[in-house]
């Protein structure tokens, strides 16, 4: 028979469940998330289900992890929907703590990754990488997990993680699963709510541009001025605004010289009528 899932709010309840599935001898994932649930992320419930029994999703809005001038305040926020999709997706529990459970009077650790975190969205998102880690390994300690798991779209945020968790031997196992998309091509966000109809039709020039470099590349360029030239105006023509389009290894998101010569990673942020998104496309070499 299955049972109803758990809603944990405190850690001592997150403590109390991670007990009772170590006692059991049941492997924990972890799926980290902010709410707002789409497909993407029960892709990656569905995903833990395989890798292991005991299925834990965290939602929690994580201050840290946004700018002061960022969508903090209006970020869409359904915990009761939330629940609902996760549980039917196959969790079998939410941690969902207060920013004061998570951050007590007094907190004063930061976790901090170098130049990873620097580049590409760490540009306009200066403190961004920082407040990821820090949630990301408090969760990760705190759960006892085995395995975590994380979409491909925020390709910089699992490199990041990565490393946090090779530099510090964090014992858990990552896995990144693949971008979720809409039938027309644009990656699945929590933040596309915020697209008017307008600016939802600008916004499928970023996947398109992409689409169109990874076509290149596929046909065999791999001079960087020539694939990424086109993609800021194909966006601009589509009435955004490009912050970045770089292709970089797909392992530790290093720079090239001119030419690409290994695979690599084609990453890009744009902002339509006021809404940032990311994509980006794996480019085999
Ligand atoms: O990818 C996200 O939704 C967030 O950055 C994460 C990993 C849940 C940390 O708050």
Not at 18 to 25: D, G, L, N, P, V
Not at 43 to 71: C, H, M, T, Y
Not at 259 to 282: P, S, T
Request: proline content about 5%; aromatic content about 8%; some cysteine.
């Amino acid at each position: 028979m299955a049972t109803r899932m758990k809603i944990l709010r405190t850690i001592a309840d997150l403590y109390a469940w991670r007990s009772a599935q170590k006692e059991a001898h049941r492997p924990i994932a972890l799926v980290p998330t902010m709410g707002a649930l789409h497909e993407g992320h029960l892709s990656l419930i569905r995903r833990a289900k395989q890798e292991a029994d005991a299925i834990l999703v965290s939602i929690f809005v994580n201050p840290i992890q946004f700018g002061p001038k960022e969508d903090l305040d209006k970020y869409p926020r359904d915990f009761e929907g939330d629940c609902k999709k996760a549980e039917s997706a196959g969790a079998s529990a939410v941690f969902a703590p207060t920013p004061e459970e998570m951050y007590p009077e007094g907190f004063q650790t930061h976790v901090s990754v170098g130049p990873l975190s620097e580049c590409l969205c760490g540009k306009s998102r200066p403190t961004h990488f920082g407040g990821v880690c820090t949630v990301v390994l408090k969760l990760f300690l705190a759960s006892g997990c085995d395995i975590a798991l994380f979409g491909q779209k925020d390709y910089q945020q699992y490199q990041v993680i990565t490393r946090m968790v090779k530099d510090l031997h964090v014992p858990v196992k990552l896995i990144s699963c693949p971008i979720v998309r809409e039938a027309d091509g644009l990656a699945l966000s929590s933040r596309n709510t915020y697209l008017t109809a307008d600016a939802r039709k600008a916004a499928l020039s970023l996947p398109r541009a992409l689409d169109a470099v990874a076509d290149a590349w596929s046909k065999g360029e791999r001079n960087l001025k020539v694939l990424l030239q086109p993609v800021g105006d194909a966006i601009a023509k589509a009435g955004g605004r490009l912050d970045y389009a770089e292709i970089r290894t797909a392992e530790g998101l290093k720079e090239f010289g001119e030419k690409a010569d290994c695979d690599a990673v084609l990453a890009a942020a744009a902002v339509f009528d006021g809404v940032r998104l990311i994509d980006n496309r794996l480019l085999r070499f």
